[in-house]
């Protein structure tokens, strides 16, 4: 990819204004406001795409889509560094000219909108409707003219850099941040404390969903603007945190450092016409054919990169920017880390909180979701556990265990087991309350309580009385030994039918 | 103390107990035998008044002089007869208390009753619950406090309604446990497996069909109790290789494994080929087990002696082959259900020298593979050909001249065996003591003349469905010692030939003459008189039976199955049995017309241990059956089509019969009975069957029948 291959110096000096002046030149005057124009059309959908349609506000972000265009020039970029000098001066002040005209036509037709709401009073619907567009229009008025002062930013920073001489303008990647003196510092946070007083008021402004993504961007461009160096394209799927068992030796690649922020980033691919933000690269391309048919031609579709791995191929690793961490080039063992996206899972894994939890452990907790998700398919699943407390995932480890070791046993899980003794248990219980526990088969002696079984209570006194379970006439061998007398069996049926069921007297006592 | 050794010398020399009752009571001066006979808990009331205690031992009771030592011997020898014990138990109160002490199993019919049991019988060693259907965990509880050190088998298989705690307040208290039966037990989990798993010194165990246990369970019993000799692990689905696996390297005792029916395949076989003590080992319908796989075993077993592997219908002679060439001291094999017996099958048992028993039963059997196993085997004494086809007079005569140790011989349903067979077996095979022939229909009077002429050490003859008439009864009642006799559907036979029977086989305890519809009071009035051990006879359908058959059979005091479905006999015949057999525990007077509740006002009164009735089609109302729910032992009732039943009256015996396990109704009843009270009859344990079979009349006329069978046989 061609924006790879550029060096950082460049980006960070002059990408967002060259590319500006891209813009300007490629795309049609006013193409991207389009958008914002239709917003006297539809009302309904005005209010989501307030928000979505703004152009970019940090131009870096775009090269995705334009890098196909910047090819030449970026080529021409690479070559001397007198020539990297000139573009760096070049911002385009016809650009912010052009776009500041915009912001004027668009605060008219704000105004136009508050005075046909003056005029037309008391319709509550159109009013609220109103209200939200003017919100919405002052919203993207903020922003844009946030994007068009932030395009000047990097011009501050490169003249100052021109000024301390020689180690920028060489070039040497690997020394960018640290040449980033206490002087521009100075200068950047003054532009920082404005970004954020921006921040402050879009927050104010919109406290929805949109507005947080939004505020994340403008902290992103923020931060790529005072560092701006490119962000990678994600397609290459390597999770390899680092680049273990390869042996680089140092100064053989170049080394570059991502801030905190931009690692942090969701989306990494914004779109130039309504700023929607994507994690790859393809998304946004396809994303694009929305946007008119120029960009639905193969080669806007195209992946941009590979014409440009002609060139010498630049080894790149990457650098932590945790200081202290093994990762990050000031350590003295420093293992750089492969692509972008070691980068990231490397950060979140070591610097980050871990905010996801394990909605079924509730204990293991993971910073990169996908971690997550790769525990939470086997969670639970380390169910074989021996009784010395040793787990397996498998069942035949557990079983290879327990045969070696003397004693141990394979442990049923014990809420497993108390489990299902409730539910004996609960079996058990509800007999009991419905009959049997008057039947003195239970004799744990649960006496019944509720008056259902009342009524059956009775007749099951009475059972004492059908075939009476005394104790001799019982017998212990499986028979019956004493038929009972005569007189036993003219008295228990009979007496019984004839005296009902509730009237009777039991007679254990008289046996 | 000398006159009781005295006592003890001729208890020793004395065969019956009748001499040594009339010698006490002569000897004493003031017989007063049965003071204490009300009740046990009158025995304790009257003791529990130090007054009464006091005038009762002034009164110097004679068997007071008896010590403990006399009263054991006796009871040594009344081990036959639980009436005997009872009576004995009732005499006085020392008798009661040895017999307490004395008794060592125990077969309560209600668990209700197992706390006062259990207090009364101290040393019970052998508690056998299958007669209790609900069993709870508090039961189980007192039997764990009450018979810490002396229980050593506790049989659960009929039982339900407890938990893995019940198990586990056994198997932890009594640790002499050796013996537990959990058979049945189809809601126990693996917690109740873990519970087993704490009897320390378990030597058997029955679990079959407890489907809930898995590996893991079977794993804590494995490494729980290391000294089991016997497994039943039958239809333990839950069960796969790894659990058998696992006991076969922890019990290294087991005797006896039965796998039947489990889902596991070769892969644990040859850890359990390698137990050294093995010697019962049962695949039956273990599926997963192949040919391939049982090529694949390479372990040997030395000690392997009985080997079960019917229905498994992925093995073919190449793994059997394979397995049996790796177990050369098997005494036993069962293939039933199994594929061809061939020639190459046969041959693979030439070099199992202790081959005593095979079993084919429904197998595909060729001559030539019967020819070869004469051949391979060296002598056999057991051999089940049951409803093999394929048998024929050659390979059977073949067979049996090789091998004329036979004891048992199976030959049901071979049809095509004639008189040559018989022939061979008579002459070669003199020592048979088992003979199941039933439906060779090709045999004649000229065989059953041989079977009396030279087997004369049978004691089990099967004739059901033979052309057998009196000529051929007359040459059977030669056996002497025959005491099961099963020779229903013989039409041809007659009082004439029963009378044979009943002066040549004096021995008989089983006699089955269902539907041989020729014999009359006449024959069974002989056998009655001839055969006083009976203890089973069907004379079912036989429609000549009366009440006079029945009077003459009370005299047999040990019949406790009787079946006369279809005669023509009355209350007062039943009434006679009742009274004269008193040990009747199985009845089966459906379609008997006459009997109504008289008969069961007697039989209630008299018979208190009949377990199972049939009573279908019979006149008995809702007084007589609230009569016989006095039966305290009664368990398993069919009352199908009983004309003066009413729904209420049925109700009330459910509720009454606190021992019902099993009872067949018809279904129209089913709407009628309250729902509470069904439901109360199920948490006790009772199953409920509900039938709709249409009201059948008229007999089958046992002609009809008899065509139909031969038409199936065809």
Known sequence: MDFKLRRPLEASSNASSSMMSEISRNLKPGLPFIPCDSTNICYGARQEQSFSEFPPPQVTQCHGLYAREQKTETKNQLEPSSAVNDLVMDWNPRL????????EQKIHQVQDIVRSIISQEGRANELAAQQQLVTADLTYIIIQLISTAGTLLPNIKNALLSATPPVAQTGVVANLPVNASQKHHEVLSVELAKASEYDELIKDLNSGGEGDELIKCLNNSVAEVSESIPIEDHDIKDYDDGMDGENLPPGSYEVLQLEKEEILAPHTHFCLICGKGFKRDANLRMHMRGHGDEYKTAAALAKPSKEASSEPAIIRRYSCPFVGCKRNKEHKKFQPLKTILCVKNHYKRSHCDKSYTCSRCKTKKFSVIADLKTHEKHCGRDKWICSCGTTFSRKDKLFGHVALFQGHTPAIPMDDAKVSGMSDHVQVGETTNGMVANMGYNFSGNASDDAQSLDIKDVDDGQGYFSPMNFDACNFGGLDEFPRSAYDVSESPFSFLSTGTCSFIPRNGEN | MAKSRDLCRRIDRSDGFATLTLDLFSG??????????????????????????AAEENRSNPFDSLSEEVLFLILDRLESDPLDKKSFSLVCRSFYAAESRHRRALTPLRSGLLPAALARYPSVSRLDLSLCPSVTDAALASVGGALRSSLRSIDLSRSRGFSYAGIESVAVNCAALVEINLSNATDLSDAAAAAIGRARNLEKLWLARCKMVTDMGIGCIAVGCQKLRLLCLKWCLGISDLGVGLVAVKCKQLRSLDLSFVPITEKCLPAVLQLPHLEDLALVGCLSIDDEGLMSVKQESKSLQVLDMSNCQHVNHAGFSSLLSKTPELREISLAYYCKVTHSLASSLQKLYNLQSI??????????GLKTMANSCRSLGELSLSKCSGVTDEGLSFFVT????????????CRNITDLSLASITSSCTSLTNLSMESCILVSREGFRLIGQHCHLLEELDLTDNDLDDEGLRAISGCHNLSVLKIGICLKISDEGLIHVAKGCPNLQELDLYRSVGITDIGVMAIARGCPLLQIINLSYCTEVTDYSLRSLSKCSNLNTLEIRGCQVSSSGLAVVAVGCRKLTKLDIKKCYFVDDAGMLLLARFSQNLRQI?????????VGLLALASVSCLQNMTILHSGGLTSNGLAAVLVACGGLTKVKLHSSFKPLIPKPILEHVEARGCLFQWRDKPFQVELEPSEVWKQQSQEMHV
């Open chain 2, 359 to 368: 079993k084919l039963d429904g197998c595909e059997v060729t001559t030539s």
């Open chain 2, 614 to 622: 049939n009573l279908s089609y019979c006149s008995v109302t809702d």
């Open chain 2, 402 to 413: 090789k091998h004329k140790g036979l004891v048992k011989l199976d030959v049901t349903c």
């Open chain 1, 96 to 103: 912010m000219l052009s776009n500041l005209s915009f912001l």
């Open chain 2, 28 to 53: 004493s001066p003031n017989p007063n035998p049965c003071s204490y006979s009300r009740s046990a808990k009158r025995v304790r009331v009257s003791c529990a008044s130090p007054a009464a205690a």
